[in-house]
């Protein structure tokens, strides 16, 4: 199992950055991949952006050119940098690591961190 530690959201006016932060720990040799998903108010949970243990990052449409995935491994930590940032990024920001053991699939989340983008 994966413990992950998010950090860094808050509130912010729009064109603003924020970036955020998940420490990961614990089984963290079986990860595949992390990511970042987001959950607005009445709608569903949505990846944003996600890197593998290769360095390979996807990103949703809506966040192409604004956002950066990244990661430290000698801190065992995943970065979101948002810049330009809009009101419709307003949403619980959820950490997630996916793990693979004996071909079966994990997925470990994040207690959530708030961003708010006031207008």
């Known amino acids: 199992q994966v413990q992950l530690v998010e950090s860094g959201g808050g509130l912010v006016q729009a064109g603003g950055s924020l970036r955020l932060s998940c420490a990961a720990s614990g089984s963290i040799f079986n990860i595949n991949a992390m990511g970042w998903y987001r959950r607005a108010p009445g709608k569903q949970r949505e990846l944003v952006a996600s890197?593998?243990?290769?360095?390979?990052?996807n990103y949703v449409d809506a966040v192409k050119g604004r956002f950066t995935i990244s990661r430290d491994n000698a801190k065992n930590t995943v970065y979101l940098q948002m810049n330009s940032l809009k009101p419709e990024d307003t949403a619980v920001y959820y950490c997630n690591a996916r793990s693979v053991v004996a071909g079966i699939k994990y997925d470990d989340w994040g207690q959530g961190t708030q961003v708010t983008v006031s207008s």
């Open positions: 890197i593998t243990t290769g360095g390979d990052t």
